[in-house]
């Protein structure tokens, strides 16, 4: 267990719905990830918050939006779904601070989003 | 991109060391190895990173050869509950904040 915790488990939409995924961080951790995991394939980087500001981006069109709260809560928010957005969306918490070390991403267990 | 390749696929028997191989021939001097895996339909569960010299905890070992261009992950004593899909990642202050996990290496372990 990491303490990192994701809701909902599951989510059915429809295309051109719009969702919204939650992620509570581990204790003592002041950024999240999002990664998309496609079926057969590995995580990939969606965005990063940091101090509730985005903090970095993969590859994901701008329908693909988050925030993250005070609490280092954050969500994701996905406009206008499309088939292909069907996945497990993992979120990630880490703790950021001044200088580089190796930032560990410790992970939660994913939503798993069906786009009908 | 994946700046990492793993082959992929593996088995090992039950109670023998499982040794994973990465090759990561263009990381720079700033960039750690990180281990992760992920058993099916789960969180991806971190295991390991280290930067130039061999790491060791409770789940495993990490092997960086002297040139840092590979390593090999150890898992001293595989059980069935270690069969899992394992990530080789490279990532250093200059790679983003994000983690490339490419494919994978599937690991089975085999009774």
């Known amino acids: 267990e990491t303490g990192v915790t994701q809701s909902p488990t599951h989510l059915i939409k429809t295309r051109g719905q719009q969702v919204t995924l939650r992620c509570s961080s581990q204790s003592g951790h002041n950024t999240v990830s999002w990664y998309q995991q496609a079926l057969g394939q590995g995580p990939q980087f969606i965005f990063q918050y940091y101090r509730e500001e985005e903090n970095g981006r993969g590859n994901f069109p701008p329908r693909f939006s988050g925030l993250q709260f005070p609490n280092y809560s954050s969500e994701l928010n996905v406009n206008a779904l499309e088939l292909d957005d069907s996945a497990l969306y993992l979120c990630a918490s880490s703790l950021v601070g001044q200088g580089y070390s190796g930032e560990t991403q410790y992970f939660g267990p994913g939503t798993r989003l069906l786009v009908l | 991109d994946a700046k990492t390749t793993q082959p992929p696929s593996m088995d090992c028997a039950e109670g023998r060391a499982a040794n994973l191989p990465c090759n990561h021939s263009?990381?720079?001097?700033?960039?750690?190895v990180y281990w992760y895996r992920q058993i099916h339909s789960q969180g991806p569960q971190y295991i390991i990173h280290?930067?130039?010299n061999n790491e060791t905890n409770e789940m495993a070992s990490l092997i960086i050869t002297e040139d840092r261009k590979s390593s090999t992950l150890i898992l001293p004593h595989a059980t069935l509950r270690d069969t899992a899909v394992y990530y080789c990642?490279?990532?250093?202050?200059?790679?983003?904040?994000?983690?490339?996990f490419g494919t994978g290496t599937s690991l089975t372990v085999i009774p």
């Open positions: 263009t990381i720079s001097g700033n960039e750690y």
């Open positions: 280290g930067l130039k």
């Open positions: 990642i490279v990532r250093g202050s200059n790679t983003g904040n994000q983690f490339y």
